[in-house]
């Protein structure tokens, strides 16, 4: 939480942070701004951990990396993985250190943790810009513009909007009305409605082109975000969007790739579906599975999501994805979850009104969240959930027989505590010569004539277990309680 979005928010004047659940930016948001008659397009990635995967795109897109460090925390952990995705990324870094405004912020320290990491600051003898901001009042914010677009002036960042339309695919979805739509980025050319294209291995006409501010423009060009219309299939988030010069070289292209796509998978190696059924029935000591069918709304959380499901490991459970999509949960979705015995779980999405009946009907459990750290942290109890619970011993105390006593009742021993506790609820059992001879529940613990409940180190008392009658003097009593625990994964 180093008020990123809040940064960006102050910058494009409006209140992204508002719209997302948990006050967390859970998906790549792409904005333009006008500065100084220039344009700066922001790519937005999410800072929760689990988008590593979605940040480490969003580094290989751009051209310039605002760092945002909070001065009051300093450089976290997440800072570090941010890091090291533009250092890998080979892209210029610059250093925005927010929340000055804050009683407990420290440039200084931030500048140090900076040095400490090969980014030391221009004012301290090196490269890095670095420009202490502040999102709540807005210090700052027109020195950071100046700095980005100083940069874009060194590393003479330029590109050819009259040559072949190139664009990245930044976020990928399935829309109620429009089809499969995608975020895009230009990284040269100039897309027009119309236009036919390739993406991966589908082809595509450009119906209509979406701006940032939700406005339908009539062109896209270098470095301009925006949403894309047209695609028969949803692309892969990364995958380029190539502009063609007609339909026909679209679609053979297209064919040509859905081809070698087809001949890679008929080549990949086979399961032996029965060697599978045998072994499983042969082997007693297989693991147990969580099955899981996964539905976001947009298919970089996919992605992100698949991923860090994927990090949570156990040697006792298997996790399962059985299917991975973007869109709304369908009644396919639902049927597939129950033929398989899976779980369904929903990021961010809805469940169609004709698949409540069919998850009611087939005893499907779906799940949706709008907050993802919520949604790993369930699966993961869920998991632990699915193991037997584990018993194990807890010694709180030892007593030693001084005296063996007779009674109408049988034999009693006549103790004293030497250290811990015996406790009337527990467990207890007889030690000879370290050896069980003994073990059950007491029956009896007095102190005199009175029963009690508990007896602690150094006092005497009587105990009887059970129905026991062989005490011999110098007996150890080992009492126990049994704690019921949930197995680690």
Known sequence: DHGKTSLLDYIRNSRVTKGEAGGITQHIGAYSVEHKGGRIT????????????????????????????????????????????????GVEIVVAINKTDLPAANIDRVKSQLQERDL?????????????????????????????ALQAEVLELKANPKAVPRAVVIESRLEQGRGATATVIMETGTLKPGMPFICGPFSGKVKSLINDRGETVKEAGPAMPVELIGFSEVPHVGD??????????????????????RRDKLEAPKRARLEDIFSDLQDTTQKKRLK?????????????????????????????????GAGPISENDVLLASASDAVVLGFQTKLESSAVKVAKREGVQVKIYSIVYELIDQVREAMVGMLDTLTREKVIGHAEVRQVFKSKKGKAAGCVVIDGKIDREAHARVLRDRQVVYDGELGTLRRFQDDVKEVKMGVECGIRLGNYNDYEEGDIIECYQLEKLKQDL
């Open 42 to 89: 922001f790519l937005d990635t999410p800072g929760h951990a689990i988008f590593s995967e979605m940040r480490s795109r969003g580094a290989g897109v751009t051209d310039i990396v605002v760092l945002v460090v909070a001065a009051d925390d300093g450089i976290m952990p997440q800072t570090e993985e941010a890091l090291k995705h533009a250092q890998a990324a």
């Open 120 to 148: 030391t600051p221009e004012d301290w003898g090196g490269t890095t810009i670095c420009v202490p901001v502040s999102a709540h009042s807005g210090e700052g914010i027109e020195d950071l513009l100046d700095m980005m």
């Open 240 to 261: 380029e969007v190539v502009g063609m010069k007609s339909d026909r070289d679209a679609k053979k292209l297209s064919a040509e790739r859905l081809e070698e796509r």
């Open 292 to 324: 899981v069918l996964l539905k976001c709304d947009v298919q970089g959380s996919v992605q992100a999501i698949s991923t860090a499901l994927g990090e949570i490991t156990s040697d006792k459970i298997d996790l399962d994805i059985i299917s991975s």
